[in-house]
């Protein structure tokens, strides 16, 4: 039987939605499944893979490891795969894998299929599917017959799968691997964290998203107001991203990205089919918009027809009542 490598992207205290989503994938596959989990505390972390039907974990608990360095991360990754050999490699399409499995396709020679977000497997095949031009049409990728016995490598983008649920505490066979010494060609020397601690939107539980209603990048405050007494992530349109009001890493959507909150409170949004490509897996979605024939409350759970300028900071005030 071949196998799959799941890379496990971590946030050092649990997995990333994504990595769950790739693990439960993986399962359907038939394939017998491996994780990989790189970084200080991998090796707890990894114990928990065996509810996730991992079989073996690889585990590299290294220091110089805490942080993404590609040439370290790329002679980790190239040896786990050089001494498995899986069929297929499962990685979240992240700002990290994006960057590192391009370089890792390259030296351990095997296909990619990069920021996929459909992913089935047939008689242990991959099926996969990936937007292009902007989301305007979807392709489907085939990897040829000269790839066999080669490593084929999927980037999926996250909120895309499901996630299944563990199996209970099954035993997952732990390998650890030591970081070779590395002639490094490029150093990090500092990192300056963004001024928000607030988590990505892809892993969200709740997001306050705002669209052109708001009017201004100023009155964004309201959200940012509104968010801070939920736990909440701040979303955005693409119409506010493109107006420069917010950066482009806030924007929800087709061309942006997909998110799976447990709530979504969409504020002056019109609900544009590409706006909802991206938030419609929310399990609760709140619109606020004065337009009661705006699309977004077709799709919403609780449609609020009103001014997001009287709505969300009443709405803050509420929750701040029952929350504080
Ligand atoms: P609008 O459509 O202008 O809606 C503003 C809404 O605010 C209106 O419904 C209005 O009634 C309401 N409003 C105004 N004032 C108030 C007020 N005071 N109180 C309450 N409500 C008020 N869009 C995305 O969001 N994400 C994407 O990833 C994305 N990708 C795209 C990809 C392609 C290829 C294309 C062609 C388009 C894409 N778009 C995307 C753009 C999308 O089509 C819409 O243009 C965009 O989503 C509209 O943003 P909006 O809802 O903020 O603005």
Same mark, same amino acid.
């Given at each position: 039987?071949?196998?799959? &490598?799941v890379?496990?992207e971590?946030?050092g205290?649990?997995?990333k939605r994504?990595?769950?989503?790739?693990?439960?994938?993986?399962? @359907?596959?038939?394939l017998e499944?491996n994780?990989?989990?790189?970084?200080p505390g991998?090796? /707890?972390?990894a114990k928990k893979l065996g509810a996730? #039907?991992?079989?073996?974990?690889? +585990?590299?608990e290294?220091?110089?490891?805490?942080e993404?360095?590609p040439? &370290?991360?790329?002679s980790?990754v190239?040896?786990?795969?050089?001494?498995?050999?899986?069929?297929?490699v499962?990685? !979240?399409a992240?700002?990290l894998?994006?960057?590192?499995? !391009?370089r890792?396709?390259?030296k351990? @020679?095997s296909?990619?299929a990069s920021?996929? @977000?459909?992913?089935s497997?047939?008689?242990?095949a991959?099926?996969?599917r990936? !937007?292009?031009?902007? #989301?305007?049409?979807s392709?489907?990728?085939?990897? =040829?017959n000269?790839?066999?016995?080669? %490593?084929?490598?999927? &980037?999926?983008?996250?909120n895309?799968? /499901?996630?299944?649920?563990?199996m209970?505490?099954?035993?997952?066979?732990?390998?650890?691997l030591? &970081?070779?010494p590395?002639?490094?060609? %490029?150093k990090?020397k500092e990192i300056?964290?963004g001024?928000t601690?607030k988590?990505d939107? $892809?892993?969200?539980?709740?997001?306050?998203?705002?669209?052109r209603?708001?009017?201004?990048?100023?009155h964004?405050k309201?959200?940012e107001?509104?968010?801070s007494?939920l736990?909440? $992530?701040?979303?955005?349109?693409r119409a +506010?991203?493109?107006?420069g009001w917010? /950066?482009?890493?806030m924007q929800v959507g =087709? $061309?942006?990205? $997909?998110?799976?909150p447990t709530?979504?409170i969409a504020c002056g949004?019109? #609900?544009?089919? =590409?706006?909802?490509a991206?938030m419609?897996?929310?399990k609760?979605? +709140?619109?606020?918009?004065?337009d009661p024939?705006?699309p977004?409350?077709?799709?919403? %759970?609780y #449609?609020?027809?009103?001014d997001?300028f009287?709505?969300v900071?009443?709405? %803050?005030?509420?929750?701040?009542?029952?929350?504080?």
């Open positions: 039987m071949g196998s799959i &490598l890379f496990a971590h946030l205290s649990d997995f994504g990595t769950y989503e790739l693990l439960t994938a993986a399962q @359907t596959s038939g499944v994780a990989l989990v790189l970084g991998s090796e /707890p972390l996730w #039907g991992v079989k073996e974990a690889l +585990v590299c290294d220091n110089n490891l805490k993404y360095n040439e &370290l991360f790329l980790i190239a040896e786990a795969i050089s001494s498995l050999k899986p069929e297929y499962l990685a !979240p992240s700002m894998c994006r960057d590192l499995f !391009p890792v396709a390259q351990v @020679t296909a990619v920021d996929c @977000t459909e992913l497997f047939t008689g242990g991959a099926d996969v990936k !937007p292009l031009y902007a #989301g305007r049409c392709a489907k990728i085939e990897f =040829q000269s790839t066999s016995g080669m %490593t084929k490598i999927i &980037l999926m983008r996250a895309q799968l /499901p996630v299944g649920s563990p209970g505490q099954a035993e997952v066979s732990i390998k650890k030591s &970081l070779k590395v002639d490094l060609k %490029t990090i300056v964290k001024a601690e988590l939107l $892809t892993e969200a539980n709740i997001i306050v998203s705002g669209g209603g708001m009017k201004g990048p100023e964004f309201l959200l107001d509104l968010a007494v736990g909440a $992530t701040v979303g955005a349109s +506010v991203v493109d107006a917010v /950066p482009h890493s =087709q $061309t942006g990205k $997909t998110v799976a709530l979504y949004i019109s #609900g544009a089919i =590409q706006h909802l991206g419609s897996g929310s609760v979605i +709140v619109a606020i918009n004065k024939d705006a977004i409350f077709q799709k919403s %759970t #449609g609020i027809v009103g997001v009287e709505v900071p009443a709405l %803050t005030e509420e929750f701040k009542k029952l929350l504080q």
